[in-house]
């Protein structure tokens, strides 16, 4: 994988989490998007996962390459899930089957 060519860029990457109860709980890694953002406007990522046999929760984040002060945005995100899971925020707020503006007005 190559670093990105410039700054700020991004990536979706994920990480196993099997236990519910913590937050922090490392289980292995899931992968993620191999490309970085051009780092110069607008990019599209997206990434899609299958659920190891044996695992029983995710954590998805953005990890950002950047130097101090730069800001990368995050909009129109979107999660689709099977109908036996639950998508939780940083903030523990359970979100199912929202629109957009449901998703905004919880916070």
């Known amino acids: 994988m190559l670093p990105p060519g410039a700054a700020p860029s991004c990536r979706i990457w994920a990480h196993w989490n099997d236990n519910p109860d913590d937050i922090n709980d490392y289980s292995g890694s899931a992968g993620g998007q191999s490309d970085y953002g ?6 599209l990522a997206s990434h899609s996962w299958t659920v190891a046999d044996g695992h029983t929760g995710m954590i998805i984040e953005v990890r950002t390459y950047s ?9 129109d995100m979107s999660i689709t899930v099977p109908d036996h899971a ?12 929202s629109t957009w503006a449901n998703i905004k007005a919880t916070f």
């Open 67 to 75: 130097s101090a002060g730069d800001i990368v945005w995050i909009d």
């Open 38 to 43: 051009p780092g110069d406007g607008w990019d």
């Open 86 to 97: 639950t998508v939780r925020t940083p903030m523990q707020t359970e979100i199912q089957r």
